[in-house]
């Protein structure tokens, strides 16, 4: 039992006997008419009078006592004491409701005091707090380049008038241009978005606000569409400057859609975000916004007419040389063996993204540095070896199966489309080389699934990424599909129009 | 009677209500945890302190208004985290059963020390013995109301835990009016001007009376 319960517990059992013992001696409860008073006056057996603020309270001799209403005539009280009988003032009404309101006041201090206390304790600010936007300045001066994005190129050379532009928003304004007021980019996770978007403020030289948009997302509507307007307020002051928003689909999915419990908040947060941007160059500041998402396809038309986010940039997966080009920019002051060709590395690494790469040539390094460190070599000597990439890429490979797992459940499913009672033979070739043969179960947008067979065994399926795949050979689909039947499993359904 | 009387009634009633309530809510906590459920605990609920249990309006705005009912913050338990050795079901039946059981103890000691207070002279002694003697009204009360089989008291929680199966289908009917019957057992004695408290009422005043003399 801590102090505070105590200190509660102490405190309200004071307040609640004091309360007890104020409510027990409520004067006399017999009640006598004014004549009686008088008689018993006349007869001298009062002993004493209190006055109260609806009456007498009359206490005999003999110890009785009781209450006359509405005698409060002070010549009442003038006769009783003209004959000899002794006479108080009861309690003050006032002293009264001090005595109640002093712990009253009290309880609801303390109840106040504490209810504050547990709500910042939880973290629940004030609701000015809330309001704020959580956008975060990352330095007057983002270092970011151009040159540290691999691939890109067509985005870069777009997003290059923006550079220029923010510049010199005024030079420009005068030759009668209106700038972009939203970029949208679109990749796939891990392609250079965000990196792109401090480049271009790097590049610039602008104060670069970084938010992402599941941060606009509150319980209580309003707040979202108060944390945008507070975000351009801060952003203003800074002109000109990148606000750059990061998953914008959390807030920018297509109104009205969808199905499930109100969407009063997100829709509230992106009518304050489509206002924003209207009035971004209106008002006088020069702010572009970036934003960055990997399903275009979901957000709202109205984010993306002309005068919002008016310029859409597609980032794609890398392509080889680009690829090249990551690889080079993350192994930057790594000694390299002469043995290690980046060229044949990025041939080897199709569809990985940035991130990934990044990752690769970290964990090669580490291999590398590993070696030597351990044998108390010195951090100069640390050359990353082709081995080193070779091993990172085996472990890599040995992590696909892990989809199988991952996919079982959507497999499962969708597998049912394609009948089992009519393989596919197919022959894969995979991007590091090696070849698949098997019945082809399930082929969606991102991966296809296949049973190997080798020797007449089957092992056990695959799901391949598309990305992986280098090409498809499946020569016995006509062979196995007699004219009878067929390989489309809505063949047989006669269309059906209304 | 004055402005300032009356106010102090209602702190006399309020007063108790809120310690009995942060027992009983304590002792649902208290269950919990003896049965291996933490939830309680990790969410500050394990404790004595009223003004972790109270509940603004049901605590203490309704109470001070001299609405004769109210509510604490209900105690979360988690059936999964019980200990092994006990059923789901029997283990809410244990947590539910300790709210009112911790009344009916708070009662049983306010009759001690109402017992032992009643004949003082002194009106400090007389204040204590009011205290005591409402909260023994009070108490069994609160336990014998909380233990009416009426979703959400805890009387319903004991119902889950010991009806037959094959009762289990128009129960579950029943509670998904969710508040409705409640308020139907609420307010119905209220309009026939009798109430189902009114024995147990008579029943404690005359226990009361009898400790008095």
Known sequence: MNRRTIAVWVALIFVGVLAWTVLQDQGPDARETSETFATDVHEGIVELVVIQDDGLDVYLSDGDSYSVDGLTDQRWVDFAQASGVAVEEGDDPLLDIAIIAVPVLLIILALVWFGRRTMSARGMGTFTEMRKSRARLLGETVHARFDDVAGADEAKLRLNDVVAWLGDPTRWRASGVRMPRGVLMEGPPGCGKTLLARAVAGEAGVPFFYVSGSEFVEMLVGVGAARVRDMFEEAKKKAPAVIFIDEIDAIGRRRGSGVGPSHEEREQTLNQLLVALDGVEGRGGDIVVLAATNRADILDPALLRPGRFDLHLRIPALSQEAREVALRIHLKGRTLDLGVDLAALARQTAGLSGAELENLANEATLKAARRVLQEGGDASTVRVMPADFSECLAERAARQPGFDRLDAAMVASASQLVRPDLPIPVQLTLVGGSEVTGRLLWVDAQFVKVAPQADGESGPALVIPKMQVLSIAADGVLEAADPGTSTDPWAHQTPELA | ?213
């Open chain 2, 1 to 213: 009677m004055s402005l300032a009387l009356f106010a102090m009634e209602r702190v006399a009633w309020f007063v108790p209500l809120v310690l009995s309530l942060s027992v009983h809510e304590w002792a649902h906590a208290r269950a919990a945890a003896a049965l291996g459920d933490p939830t309680a605990e990790a969410k500050g609920r394990l404790t004595l302190d009223p003004l972790a249990h109270i509940d603004p309006v049901g605590t203490v705005v309704l109470p001070l208004l001299g609405v004769p009912f109210g509510w604490a913050k209900p105690v979360p338990v988690d059936p999964n985290r019980f200990r092994s050795s006990t059923t789901m079901r029997l283990g809410m039946l244990w947590v539910a059963l300790a709210g009112p059981a911790s009344n009916a103890v708070l009662a049983a000691l306010s009759l001690g020390v109402y017992a032992l207070t009643v004949g003082a002279t002194s009106r400090l002694g007389l204040g204590i013995a009011g205290a005591a003697g409402y909260m023994v009204i009070l108490n069994a009360l609160l336990a014998v109301f909380n233990l009416l089989p009426v979703f959400p008291l805890d009387g319903s929680r004991v119902v889950d835990g010991v009806l037959p199966d094959r009762f289990s289908g128009p129960w579950e009917r029943l509670k998904s009016y969710g508040m409705l019957p409640l308020g139907v057992v609420i307010v119905v004695p209220q309009v026939l001007g009798w109430s189902p408290f009114a024995p147990v009422m008579r029943l404690i005043q005359d226990l009361l009376g009898w400790v008095a003399v």
